[in-house]
C-alpha cells in the first residue's frame, strides 16, 4: 500500500487514533508536563497508523492544530496550524473532536491572553460587525506573573475594521497581513493601566511605529493629542 495517500484515503479510525494522540499530548502541555512528539510519532506508525509516513503524521497533527483553533480553542504550541484542511478532513477532525468533548468556544468572550484575544478578534473582524461593540468601561486584571487586563475581541475586531487597512495615526496601509487581514495594533488612547476603558471611544488601529511613538517617543504627548482630533470617534476619558 502507497505511503502517499491523499488526505481524502484517511479513515474514521485513522483520524480518532491521530486525534486521540494529539490530544493526550494537549493534557500533558496544559498540566505542564513534557512530552515527546517524535516518540509520538513513531507509536502511531507502529501500530494504528502503519501505513503512514512520519512526515504525513506530522501534517495531520497540523490540520488538528488548525480546526481546534476554528473551534476557538487552544492548539499544542508545538504544532503549527496547517495553512490549508481539506474539508473532509477538517470535518472528520471536528467530528472527532467533538465526540471527545470539545465544543467551539465563544470567539466574543473577553480575554487577557494575547494570543487568543488576536485569534478571536481575527474571527470576528472577518464577520464585519456593523455596530460598535460595548467594550470593557473598567477592564479587571488578570493573574499573571506581569500586569494584564481582560480585554473585549469584538473592540479590536470592530477598531481595526474602521481603519479600512490603514493607519489611523499616519495615514499609511498596514506594513504586512496576519490571518489574512491588514495589521494593525489596536492601542488604547488612556491605557488601561491609567485606568482607561476597553471601548471603541478609547481605541485606535495603529502601525507598528505609530505605535511605539504613542509609548516611546519624545512627541508622544502631542502625537497623542492629535489622535482625538484626527479619529472623530475618539473621547478624552477623565
Not at 507502529?46 to 501505513?51: D, H
Not at 481539506?86 to 487577557?112: H, K, M
Request: glycine content about 6%; charged content about 30%.
Amino acid at each position: 500500500m502507497s505511503d502517499k495517500k491523499k488526505d481524502t484515503d484517511w479513515t474514521v479510525a485513522e483520524i480518532e487514533a491521530a486525534v486521540d494522540a494529539y490530544l493526550g499530548m494537549l493534557d500533558l502541555e496544559l498540566a505542564g508536563h513534557k512530552f515527546n512528539k517524535a516518540h509520538e510519532n513513531r507509536e502511531l506508525r507502529a501500530s494504528s497508523l502503519s501505513t503512514r509516513t512520519k512526515g504525513s503524521v506530522e501534517f495531520r497533527m497540523q490540520n488538528i492544530s488548525k480546526v481546534l483553533m476554528t473551534m476557538d480553542r487552544k492548539p499544542i504550541k508545538g504544532y503549527k496550524p496547517a495553512k490549508n484542511v481539506g474539508s473532509n478532513v477538517e470535518q472528520l477532525i471536528r467530528t472527532a473532536l467533538t465526540n471527545r468533548g470539545f465544543q467551539p468556544g465563544d470567539p466574543a468572550i473577553p480575554t487577557a491572553d494575547e494570543e487568543t484575544l488576536e485569534r478571536r478578534a481575527a474571527a470576528i473582524q472577518k464577520k464585519h460587525i456593523k455596530e460598535p461593540p460595548k467594550g470593557i468601561k473598567k477592564p479587571k486584571k488578570a493573574s499573571s506573573t506581569r500586569t494584564v487586563y481582560v480585554r473585549d475581541p469584538e473592540v479590536r475586531a470592530w477598531v481595526r475594521n474602521e481603519a479600512e487597512g490603514h493607519c489611523e495615526g499616519c495615514g499609511e496601509p498596514a506594513p504586512f497581513q496576519m490571518h489574512d487581514l491588514p495589521f494593525l495594533e489596536v492601542h488604547h488612547v488612556k491605557p488601561l493601566a491609567d485606568k482607561g476603558s476597553d471601548q471603541v471611544s478609547n481605541a485606535v488601529a495603529l502601525c507598528p511605529n505609530c505605535h511605539r511613538r504613542c509609548h516611546h517617543s519624545n512627541d508622544r504627548v502631542a502625537f497623542t493629542a492629535s489622535l482625538y482630533k484626527r479619529v472623530k470617534r475618539l473621547i478624552p476619558e477623565e
